[in-house]
């Protein structure tokens, strides 16, 4: 699989291997001919979202990441300098890279989903744009 542009947000669909012995989905880390285009440096999981919550609300100036919904289901708004999307995930082999620079709202979880989330930086609160108006201006 040839990795995602990075100056847009995309679905990727991963690789499944399922036999009698169960289902693999593998992701390869290599930029050039991996499945996500950068090499991890944070990982963390999202869980136990309150019904009507959000996660997210916030862009980063630098740090890329890539969604992997394990259980259940969310939907994501992506919003960058040229418009905004949403996506539903709700199968690990439908992952999400969202480059830097990208305002992300995760909502619509349904009960018991998990969420990992792999990042191109380790956590930096200077990296983070948590008000709108800042984003507005990058645009």
């Not at 890279?97 to 018991?112: A, H, N, S």
């Amino acid at each position: 699989m040839s990795p995602v542009p990075l100056d847009k947000f995309s679905p990727v669909h991963l690789r499944e291997y399922s036999n009698e012995e169960g289902t693999l989905i593998p992701i390869e880390f290599d930029i050039y001919k991996g499945d996500i285009p950068f090499a991890p440096k944070r990982m963390f999981i999202i869980r136990d979202v309150p019904d009507g919550g959000q996660r997210g609300n916030h862009a980063h100036k630098t740090c890329k990441q890539f969604f992997i919904v394990l259980n259940g289901s969310f939907r994501a708004h992506l919003t960058d300098r040229v418009g905004n999307v949403q996506y539903i995930l709700h199968d690990p082999k439908s992952a999400l890279y969202v480059p830097e620079k990208t305002w992300v709202i995760l909502d619509d979880f349904e009960p018991g989903t998990i969420c990992l989330v792999l990042a191109s930086e380790p956590y930096d609160l200077e990296d983070y744009i948590n008000d709108p108006k800042d984003f507005q201006a990058l645009k």
